[in-house]
């Protein structure tokens, strides 16, 4: 992709996204968010009716009379998204790549963020973490982000959820509002959920496409895995083959809601060939 093509994608999905920011998410993102962190303000007397769970026990020992902390909404948060950027996300049978969906999902959330006067950060990643774009503000940061989303070519094309996770616990010190936008075609990585959804505000978006889910009688079809390259010929006119295909996408999709289920992440899936406003204002609403 060229530089003018680059800018004339990244101008298209401004104006798309920008203005279902202003018409349809800025609200739905504010109730969702806004007010769910809060933040050290005072100390003052303890006033009847006053939670005592807010006592200060050392200033209360000191003037041997209670008092109690005072906290207040924080008007501004954190965003982080985390960006699966591995092979397969170039995949796509139907309007779009699982790559341009992505984008467009990210961008809505990042100009949501900066509506809100929030910071938005980005982690891409695929079995290694590939760039962190620091916490900022501003139009020209959201435009760089979406420049990158389109045409970032990462140095490795396999996942590791686990791994990007860890980072994120390691890296992010202040708790955040953070989106895994990811296809979680990846190995076991309960454990490393649970630990950053305990420190963060994390949600889970789910991108895939139709035909990884079910396969037409195509014949003989040759197969190519975008991540660890291995090939392989599949009778597709089968329909022993097909029944298996379907089957193991519907087990390794209840794998993944499981794991969210245990770790009481809020998850939700989008498919390359659906509207994915419907589901996002679903999970802004759940909340």
Known sequence: MDTTE???KVRSIEIKTKGLTRNVFAGEYHSAFKGRGMAFSEVREYQYGDDIRNIDWNVTARFNHPFVKVFEEERELTVILMVDVSGSKDFGTQQNTKRQLITEIAAVLAFSAITNNDKIGVILFSDIIEKFIPPQKGRQHILYIIRELLAFQPKNLGTNISEALK?????IKKRSTVFLISDFISNDFSDSLRIAAHKHD???????DKREEEIPS????????AETGAVKWINTSKKRVREMYAQNAVNA?????????????????????EDYVKPL???????
């Open 253 to 273: 999709s209840k794998t993944i809601k499981d794991i969210m289920s245990r770790t009481g992440v809020d998850y939700i899936t989008v498919a390359t060939n």
């Open 281 to 287: 204002i679903s999970l802004f609403k759940s909340r």
């Open 6 to 8: 680059l800018l004339k």
């Open 167 to 171: 980072y994120l616990t390691n890296a």
């Open 202 to 208: 994390l949600l889970s978006l789910r991108v895939y």
């Open 218 to 225: 195509l014949g003989l079809v040759y197969f190519r895995d």
